[in-house]
């Protein structure tokens, strides 16, 4: 993300190490929060175990983004060019929890690598607000 937002120096290695550990971290997300295990000291709240499939469509549509991420990051280019960058409002209706109704799932493999970027930090803010307890 500071690579596109322009805070950090943009180097396709590490855009590609960056998106791998993405895609391999959210792929497994479900299994990091097994029943029993939640709430304190943890900061996952119990929350979890009572809409597990909401909880699971949040991680596989994250999943879903960052392998879409990383492929596009295993062929980027030197610099960020003009069809990473993300144009007009975003094509599927924003993030899963609040999506507009009828809007229809586009393919991720045919959005501009910053869209995904966008997609997936709306994905982390709504999982985190709906099922990670607030820091004191
Ligand atoms: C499907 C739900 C979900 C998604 C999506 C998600 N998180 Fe989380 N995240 C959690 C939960 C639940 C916790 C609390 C875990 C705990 O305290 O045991 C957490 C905790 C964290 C923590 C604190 C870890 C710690 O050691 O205390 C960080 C950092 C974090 N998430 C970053 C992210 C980022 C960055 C993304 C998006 C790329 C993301 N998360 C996406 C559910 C999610």
């Known amino acids: 993300a500071e690579m596109f937002d322009g805070k950090r120096a943009y180097e396709p290695a590490a855009f590609k190490a960056a998106a791998d550990a993405l895609s391999a971290r959210a792929g497994g997300l479900t ?3 097994p ?3 939640l709430g304190a000291p943890s900061a996952a709240r119990p929350e979890i175990d009572q809409a597990r499939p909401e909880f699971e469509a949040l991680a596989r549509h994250i999943g879903r983004l960052a392998d879409a991420l990383a492929i596009k990051a295993g062929n980027a280019p030197p610099e960020i ?3 990473m960058r993300m144009t007009g409002p975003p094509m599927d209706g924003g993030s899963l929890l609040g ?4 809007a229809a799932e586009a393919d991720p493999a ?3 690598a910053e869209h995904l970027l966008h997609l997936i ?3 982390c803010t709504s999982c985190h607000s709906k099922f990670r307890q607030k820091q004191q």
């Open 99 to 102: 999506k507009r109704p009828g």
């Open 35 to 37: 029943q029993g295990t």
């Open 110 to 112: 045919r959005m501009p």
């Open 121 to 123: 930090l709306q994905d």
């Open 31 to 33: 299994g990091e929060f």
């Open 81 to 83: 060019t003009a069809d």
